[in-house]
């Protein structure tokens, strides 16, 4: 059974850093993609970041130029690197990642894990 874990959000001040992780398990093929994704209060759940195998990358415009998403194909781990964060980057950051396998996509999502910016 394939399992996504989060880990390492937290409370910060406004302009400070913060790096989030997540690590898939539980299949022995490699997942096409990894990606975050957040929530904050009352809106909906919106595109990050997102990372590829290839390590193709592609980011909300909010947050270019100040996160970076990294991968360790070995690992089954993704990383995001959340720099000059704004109060408005608040929310729960969820894990996604996608496998295809015989034509068929499967996507499967962390627990979440909170990120607080505060001003």
């Known amino acids: 059974q394939v399992r996504v874990v989060e880990s390492g959000g937290g409370l910060v001040q406004s302009g400070g850093s913060l790096r989030v992780s997540c690590t898939a398990s539980?299949?022995?093929?490699?997942?096409?993609?990894m990606g975050w994704y957040r929530q904050a209060p009352e809106k909906q759940r919106e595109l990050v970041a997102r990372i590829t195998s290839g390590g193709s990358t592609n980011y909300t415009d909010s947050v270019k130029g100040r996160f970076t998403i990294s991968r360790d194909n070995a690992k089954n781990t993704v990383y995001l690197q959340m720099n000059s964060l704004k109060p408005e980057d608040t929310g729960v950051y969820y894990c996604?990642?996608?496998?295809?396998?015989?034509?068929?996509?499967?996507?499967?999502w962390g627990q979440g894990t909170q990120v607080t910016v505060s001003s």
């Open positions: 539980g299949t022995i093929f490699d997942f096409n993609a």
């Open positions: 996604a990642a996608t496998l295809k396998v015989a034509r068929r996509t499967y996507d499967y």
